[in-house]
């Protein structure tokens, strides 16, 4: 388990790919990336996180249990789990080049990327 010290450490590169690994926490990362914080403080997790083809259920459950946990973890965001939010993590300025060129060069990728 990653503790707070840890965190201000740069996370490494296999971290940062485990992470990018699933689909769903790359999404939330990319609508950080997106999100203005000037609108607000807050992002909700992106509707559409879950692919017609899943089961939203299952998904909030693998959401709760194992994607935030992880991304919060790592520390590429704060997660509120009361109002269900995410704001950029104290790490998150480690990652936003990989997400940065995920997202600039998604029409190339496959559809299930990003």
Do not use: C
């Amino acid at each position: 388990m990653m503790t707070r010290e840890s965190q201000s450490a740069a996370p490494a590169m296999d971290t940062m790919l485990d992470i990018l690994a699933n689909r769903y926490r790359r999404r939330v990362l990319v609508a950080l990336l997106d999100h203005n914080p000037q609108d607000d403080d807050e992002t909700q997790i992106p509707d559409d996180a879950a692919p017609d083809d899943e089961d939203p259920e299952e998904l909030l459950l693998q959401m709760r249990h194992v994607h935030l946990p992880k991304l919060e973890e790592a520390g590429f965001i704060e997660w509120d789990q009361e109002t269900n939010s995410v704001t950029k993590g104290p790490q998150f300025e480690e990652i936003r080049p990989l997400l940065e060129l995920m997202a600039n060069h998604g029409d190339e990728l496959p559809d299930d990327w990003l």
